[in-house]
């Protein structure tokens, strides 16, 4: 209840919470083929009755990650050429798909298909690319690496100014990308095992953390400014999948699968 959470309202008011499932249909989930042979093609849904699609060139990808409003998406494509695979890590205009920045340089190229996560900020300033066990965070204007370092599961603050990582020591550090400042949350959980999106304000992340005692995970909300946490929903004995936040009018039924234009 409110009374007994003091974040529980406002989150609820706020957005929904949607757990990604393997058990989706696969057909109308594989909105992003693994060289699968079919055109390499990227979904966005805009409403319950509103999915546009866009041709992409490139043979499949290894890696994808949109801006609000869908202005900016960054992308790990691969072109065959003969037998090779050649890796490219971008970020393109959603409207026009033209190529804005092309920052293949600043990671080693042959690492690119090993990129697990790859999130870009709100505004489209900041990318971070994750190769376990590192991750890099890179500014897109000057194509300048800020941040190099040992940890998983980087998160973007929707303004590209902090970003939250599970350090090797199993803690969820926030850093300040321009200060450099660093603040260690949910310290009193025995670890965090990984972290999803923050909330489009950036006030709140979500976090997975084991139970104590327990031997399940749970899936909380922080609110990165105080260190309080809601819980949202309890993942079992194992957790993982991927958690975003979700406007109320997305969570319909999706269109036909017909016109997802498969």
């Not at 803690?171 to 450099?180: C, D, K, P």
């Not at 400042?181 to 084991?210: F, K, M």
């Not at 139970?211 to 194992?238: K, N, Q, W």
Request: charged share 20%; glycine share 10%; with cysteine.
């Amino acid at each position: 209840s409110a009374a007994q959470n003091p974040l529980s309202t406002g989150m609820r008011e706020l957005l929904l919470v949607l757990r990604i499932c393997q058990q989706l249909n696969q057909k109308r989930s594989s909105h992003w083929p693994f060289g699968t042979g079919a055109p390499l093609q990227v979904f966005i849904m805009n409403g319950p009755q509103s999915v546009r699609s866009l041709n992409l060139k490139g043979s499949f990808g290894g890696g994808l990650a949109i801006s609000s409003r869908a202005e900016h998406l960054a992308l790990v494509v691969a072109n065959l050429d003969r037998n090779s695979v050649l890796w490219r890590l971008i970020v393109l205009r959603a409207d026009t798909l033209e190529v804005e920045h092309d920052v293949t340089d600043l990671v080693s190229r042959s690492e690119l298909g090993q990129v697990s996560r790859l999130r870009i900020s709100g505004t489209g300033n900041r990318l971070a690319v994750e190769i376990p066990p590192r991750f890099v965070v890179i500014d897109l204007p000057s194509h300048k690496v800020l941040m190099e370092e040992q940890g998983r599961f980087p998160a973007l603050s929707p303004d590209g100014e902090s970003l939250a990582f599970v350090d090797d020591r199993k803690r969820l550090v926030v850093v300040n990308l321009a200060t450099g400042a660093r603040r260690t949350l949910l310290s009193g959980w025995l670890g965090v095992l990984s972290i999803g999106a923050w909330s489009p304000d950036g006030t709140y992340l979500l976090a997975n953390v084991p139970r104590p005692l327990r031997f399940s995970v749970i899936l909380v909300a922080v609110e990165c400014a105080t260190d309080r946490y809601a819980e949202v929903m309890p993942l079992g004995e194992i957790g993982g999948g991927s958690y975003v936040w979700v406007k109320r009018e997305l969570l319909q039924p999706l269109p036909p699968y017909g016109v997802l234009g498969h």
